[in-house]
């Protein structure tokens, strides 16, 4: 439950988040040894943050990493070395002095830096920051465990190798790195709420994971909006988690879900993050934008009290800020709900030609529904077997086909 708290302090002090990790594995070895004996202390997260230091200090003594720092880094070392030697009870009350807020952060921007590939993004921050093993990552995302483990060790051999600094990004450079970091939760979370493939529909434990990393960063850094912006969006989407599965596990659709099963306490706190986000003043952002949608879901007691033409208008707003043909497929169901559905259709038969859509199944899905709505059933029958065809998720699967089978009446 600490680890990412005592591999971002150690990461401070040696500049190297792979050693970091090695070193706070080093002092849970020791804990597992020495606890079993004297029992386990009053401050357990102290106690391991003292030894993985003390060890830090000993390696970067070892490596003779002062040399390589100048004289103030030096005499920095000495002065942390005399400290290490003292009476070992005391350096533990202190252990956890530090400026642990911003080492995180640190460790944040550092495990989400754009150098790194958007996998190797991922996989780092579910280690580090997640603390999660190397086979759950793997189980998580229907990889192997070796490409999970190859894709760590290069995240690592590549940080160090570019010399990324473990540091908040200053200013010119903050925005892009915000935006990689909010992307890889963002990835996270999705994965967890819509599985890619697989047997199940979701996979709530990732969800449970973007969303505790995105109120730490929400917690360090309360002046973003684009953070409470996704926040917001992750708690609301979250809230649905218990009414989008059925009791066989099958997927159970937003409009036909049983909204007394939606958790209302995470409503409550998205709601709280995406008014947060507005009091910040300025246009909102691409998942500020995104939140406030899910809000008009939130806020509906029934599907039929829906307020679909301010969707339209949302998704309009987020058209125009951060366009993208998966944008442009949402905008067309939300114009299909506030205006009919042959307005979605128009705007869903104008995305056929994207290349990004090309082996996209919620195209076909969606235009099958459309089409299914407009009494064209054979058409929509088509596109539900297209769009059955195209996913990997067993239950999405099954559900395409039932609706295909559904157009024969």
């Known amino acids: 439950m600490e680890s990412a708290r005592i591999i971002a302090t150690v990461a401070r002090m040696v500049r190297d988040v792979g050693l970091a990790e090695e070193l706070a594995q080093d002092a849970l070895v020791s804990a597992l040894e020495q606890w079993s004996e004297s029992g386990v202390p009053d401050n357990p997260a102290a106690w ?13 003594r070892h490596l003779q990493l002062a040399e390589h720092k100048a004289g103030e880094i030096g005499r ?3 002065a942390r070395h005399e400290i290490a030697q003292a009476d070992f009870a005391e350096s533990v009350d202190t252990a956890l002095d530090d400026d642990i807020g911003d080492d995180l952060l640190r460790l944040v921007f550092t495990a989400c830096h754009p150098v790194l590939s958007t996998e190797a993004r991922v996989a780092l921050t579910l280690r580090l920051l997640g603390g999660l093993a190397t086979d759950e990552i793997a189980r998580a995302f229907l990889v192997t465990e070796p490409t ?24 010119a450079e903050f925005e892009p790195r915000l935006a990689s970091v909010l992307e890889v939760l963002y990835l996270i979370f999705n994965e967890g709420y819509a599985a890619t493939a697989g047997d199940d529909w979701m996979r709530p434990a990732l969800c449970e994971e973007a969303l505790r990393l995105g109120r730490i960063v929400a917690e360090l850094m309360p002046a973003a909006s684009e953070v409470h912006g996704l926040v917001a969006l992750m708690e609301i989407q979250a809230s649905r988690t218990a009414a989008r599965v059925g009791p066989s596990g099958e997927p159970v659709l937003l409009l036909e879900q049983n909204r007394a099963r939606w958790d209302h306490v995470l409503i409550r706190r998205g709601l709280a993050a995406l008014a947060r986000a507005e009091a910040l003043g300025g246009a909102l952002g691409p998942y500020a934008l995104q939140a406030a949608i899910a809000a008009c879901h939130a806020r ?17 707003a987020l058209a125009q800020l951060a366009p993208s043909p998966i944008v442009e497929l949402n905008r067309a169901v939300a114009l299909s709900m506030a205006f009919g559905p042959a307005a979605g259709l128009e705007v869903a038969d104008a995305l056929l030609a994207e290349p990004a859509l090309q082996g996209y199944h919620l195209l076909p899905a969606v235009r099958g529904d459309l089409l299914f709505k407009l009494g064209r059933l054979d058409e929509a029958r088509r596109e539900f077997e297209r769009a059955a065809g195209l996913t990997r998720n067993g239950r999405e699967k099954a559900l395409l086909a039932a609706r295909a089978r559904a157009c024969l009446g």
């Open 48 to 60: 391991l943050t003292a030894v993985a230091k003390r060890r830090a200090l000993d390696r970067l």
């Open 76 to 78: 920095e070392l000495d």
């Open 148 to 171: 999970v483990a190859q894709r760590i060790v290069r995240a690592k051999r590549t940080l160090a190798e570019a010399r990324v600094p473990f540091e908040v990004p200053r200013r």
């Open 300 to 316: 509906a007691r029934t599907a039929e009290q829906t307020d679909w033409g301010r969707i339209a208008a949302l998704y309009d």
